[in-house]
């Protein structure tokens, strides 16, 4: 099990089949720092265009379609001492006709206090003087390439994963994704150092964050849509718009994933998502919503095989 | 302050304005108990028709239209030692195709168990005879009559309230509804011994409950949507399909909440909002879908006036 | 079959059960006199409320729960010089950040010219000097009272019809209504000059119409949603939001329609539907959309039964 | 002005920057003939993967980011003596539960009169014996490579056409896309011998044809979305999930036309739109569904500029 350092010098602002810029064995660990979603690095500098550019693609060896890659995300730390956000809420996530009272979205800085772990509106806000808030990072965007040479924008995201921006998605938890393509092809960044549920303002607190992430290939796993877990929950992800259909993907996924490996029937895994399942909303901003349908590991029975 | 027993001797399948079977002042207390979804009453006799039978109305001496109705929900007390489910997630929480494969909508029966406060499917299903659920109540369908004199079915939901089936409906929070008939003409029933997010087998565990909620009149406060608090929270609610609407509604609520009651501007309200907001998704299964806005107290800056 | 003269003197702003304002037999034809949208009777006097305030109810004798009431629009004639419309798109129909640069939802005027049958704006607007729209008169806002004491809005529509607002319900046209009320509660209201698809100002050309109907009950025809049939068309009808759940609404009923009266099996009825089906919006703008299924009677095999 | 007859001899299933399989100049005409959606050749041989296998893509010299892509669609002649459709109505234009009562979705085959111009279910389904469906053929699949370096499956469709099945993109007809790359690289098969609205089924006629369009470059035209006209009509194309939101694509689209081109103010523009517009469903079965907006040239003031 090897560590690699991996300093990105191009990025991507599209997840699809493109040379790798990195070969890793299964259960390698990699290291690498990404830029802020604008394509601003660690001292401010643009390094790349928007939106949300890549680091990768990372070539695993022995990954063929079928299979998942399982992605632990092992540690995250800030890279920068300022991030950003937008000073609106997003035009589509009020009554149409309150759009025509929304302020600008105007860019909004942040002061990240390293040592703290900590984040304030930098100046601050009449209002939000008092407002210190905890550092909880999660990757933005991050997943593998696409089938049959599809290629997707970085704004958005799919089975393949992309910009999902999830909350969830922090040090501690684990990811898996569908491999289409051998190899495959994973790519990270648009890391945040806090955000709301749904990312209503259309950026969390928008930095540059040194990840670690260990890649391990799952074979035939036959996932179709991304899938990950923490200390406390198993959870399916579903991306598209609008949210009902999101949720119904991620509906879908946890309903096959408790009838093949833990044994339920139909009607068994229907009882226990009805009484016990949560949902959360990723993203309600990009083209394609990410709604997520979380089981906490106390209610589920033994996994099988 | 007084508290009335109120026994139900008829029952309503809508929010509407009808003869009131109680008149309260505001600052009572009202102890009744509630028949199930189904209508069955603590005896497991069939006393009202579905769906979702309510006692009521019951008017609040003062309430005007543009005032708000503050319901606090002091406590819940399972009445029956059996609740029921469906066996089957609903056909629209799925994707289409799946549609085809669900299991039949059966009803399944729960075992309440009054001193341990817990729920067992009973007869067991395969695979899940370890889940005992702690009981978590809630009231499925609550709130007032619409104005102009509509009358809404107990099966959906729209900004007087009703069937939002939303899990922070349970001792110890406060709901507000807006006021638009004289009188406020107060609903409820369908109370929840426990039920996932999003309501998806078209059913918590339904059963009777006898229910203790003090009702107070709030002048002038001109809601549009249903609001929440509990110790931690505060919460806007939007009714409404697709989900995506119901989340601008709640969203939009909590934007005008911010700048009304806590002096925030509107960009303050949106960096707020953008960082530490929470959804919840009440029910994903009524003709009007329950999205909840959320946020932490901890994160408002002091209320104004 | 007898004629009536029906002059309303007061209105209704919703679809509910109501006193009848007139009785008549199955077959009898009743000629009213509406007013427009916003209240204003033929010599601009404001008579009622708003929104689309309604003439009836009618009570037709024999109609029961189960049956139809089959509405044939015989005549409609203009009573009004003038006709009002909004001046902006409303917001839920462009993108949202689009809503920004709407203009403001003025009133403008419309002066109809009752010989040559058409419309103009008045004063002219610039650019749109030529524009003389040829009357193309519907029927807004029809339909029956709702089943378990429901009472809606008529900003809004369901299964028991409302403001569908659909060009398709004109003269020479025939509705049916699903009756689930003795004596079905037949109202009507909020005729239009002429209007786009979709009513996306929020309006069309809005005036006071003489329109004359013929009632007849159809006896257990077990509707679910509104049909229609003219000339050329049969079509179901489907009211809900968002569009793609008035879509679904409207194919099904049209499905079940070609299984049941036309004899066609579920696989021919979708090999018909699939090849030579159109759909209509009717409204994009109330709370409830409606979506319009619509097949040319030339391609229906002969009606059964 | 050339023509080119082009033959292909491979087929893509995404639209991206691929490796041009011909170039033209600006006003040329490229005949070439199309395979059906399941990759099927005039002789009914396989000769490439599903989905809706592309000719192309066809450079244009001249064409940069910011030009349009004028497409003449000269001439459709089916190429092939049969044609399949799908026995069932599609998953998801149907309410939910019924869903459980949909016939398989076996593959019906249609035989296609080349004389007659009309199309026969092959072997004829009970109750559809008189249905002789004349052709309308409509080109189901074809735009140009979007921005980015996206490449997106033949079976959706975006910004820069793909997958939009509408009915009006028939002989006689204009398309305008939105170049993205240099070259334009416009792609096109699957082609429909004839289609009801919304592809309701999942298919149309699917069959093989000959295809004739003349390709020109627009230069600096800007466009956003897809764009036509015919004899009677102009119209704008919206792409996306729900149907609200592909609507709300085609009318902010054709609101900006009506402005830019027509010198329209807002406030005509939307006089206009909202009481003379049509919308058309292109497709509401794949990914993206297709909403269109259209407007008779009878109604529209002079052309600017």
């Not at 089949?17 to 070969?23: E, F, I, K, V």
């Not at 390094?47 to 890549?54: G, L, S, T």
């Not at 996530?93 to 703290?116: F, G, H, M």
Request: charged share 20%; aromatic share 8%; hydrophobic share 40%.
């Amino acid at each position: 099990m090897t560590t690699h350092r991996f300093a990105a010098d191009r990025w991507h602002n599209v997840l699809g089949t493109l040379p790798p810029a990195l070969t890793v064995a299964s259960g390698d660990t990699v290291v690498t720092e990404t830029l802020d979603a604008g394509g601003f690095d660690r001292d401010g500098v643009k390094r790349a265009a928007e939106p949300n550019p890549m680091n990768g693609p990372i070539f695993v060896v022995g990954a063929e379609p079928g299979d998942a890659l399982k992605v632990e995300i092992v540690r995250m730390t800030p890279a920068r001492a300022t991030g950003w956000t937008r000073a609106s809420l997003a035009a589509n996530v009020v009554d149409p006709e309150t759009v025509r009272s929304l302020p600008p979205r105007d860019k909004a800085n942040w002061r990240i206090d390293l040592q703290a772990s900590t984040a304030v509106l930098d100046p601050p806000v009449p209002g939000l003087e008092h407002l210190v808030l905890p550092l909880e990072p999660m990757i933005g965007c991050f997943g593998v390439a696409p089938d049959m040479g599809q290629a997707f924008s970085t704004a958005t995201s799919a089975e393949n994963g992309g910009n999902m921006d999830y909350r969830g998605f922090g040090p501690g938890a684990t990811a898996w994704f569908p491999v289409a393509v051998p190899g495959a092809l994973f790519f990270l960044g648009d890391c945040h150092a806090a955000q709301g549920d749904g990312e209503i303002v259309g950026t969390g607190i928008e930095t540059a964050y040194e990840v670690e992430v260990r890649l391990t290939v799952e074979k035939g796993r036959r996932l179709v849509w991304p899938r990950g877990e923490n200390a406390r929950d198993i959870f399916s992800v579903g991306n598209a718009r609008p949210l009902d259909q999101a949720l119904q993907h991620a509906t879908t996924d946890m309903f096959e994933w408790l009838q093949n490996d833990y044994g339920l029937g139909p009607a068994a895994a229907s009882h226990l998502m009805g009484q016990v399942v949560r949902y959360d909303i990723g993203n309600v901003f990009d083209p394609a919503y990410t709604v997520v349908c979380r089981i906490e590991k106390k209610w589920l029975p033994p996994r099988q095989g």
